[in-house]
């Protein structure tokens, strides 16, 4: 069975300009350096053309990473989903029952998670811990520094992705 990758439209829209530039821009590129570089005479000692050989094979690797994920896209449309519960694409705002402090995060997919922007995985352990929980929940996660206490204090429909 294949397990499908959730992802809001815009990181999807990501995803596929990122695949897009990877074989329209950089693959070209590159082998115009390669070209260049076998120009050069001795392959063995060639810096340029192992270099360029490197590029290629990372740039390769990331093309068929990115066709995986994008064929295995459940996207979901992060303005349409319920609000009653956190879920995928839902913007949670929290109370660290420890120190007081507010934290807002929406909930995304593992390749548009990013903390430091507002996001986190609904794979990770606090994405975990807050799916299907509703508003006045206290959710309990473990972090490197001990477990972790929150209460959900609401629970929005994002409107960006």
């Not at 821009?25 to 076998?38: D, G, L, N, Q, S």
């Not at 929980?133 to 520094?145: C, S």
């Amino acid at each position: 069975m294949v397990e499908r990758v959730p992802m809001s439209v815009t990181g999807n829209l990501q995803l596929r300009d990122e695949l897009e530039r990877l074989e329209r821009v950089e693959r070209p590129e590159i082998v115009k350096a390669i070209e260049v570089a076998r120009a050069h005479g001795d392959l063995s000692e060639n810096a340029e053309y192992h270099a360029a050989k490197e590029r290629q094979s990372l740039v390769e690797g990331r093309i068929l990473e990115l066709k995986d994920k994008l064929g295995r896209a459940e996207v979901i449309d992060c303005s349409k989903v319920s609000i009653h519960r956190a879920v995928f694409g839902t913007v949670v705002v929290l109370m660290d029952l420890t120190t007081e402090v507010e934290v807002t995060y929406q909930l995304l997919g593992p390749e548009e998670s990013d903390v430091k922007k507002g996001s986190i995985s609904v794979f990770s352990p606090l994405g975990q811990a807050l799916l299907g929980k509703e508003v006045g929940d206290e959710v309990i996660t473990k972090a490197p520094k001990g477990s972790r206490a929150y209460e959900i204090i609401t629970i929005t429909a994002s409107s960006i992705r």
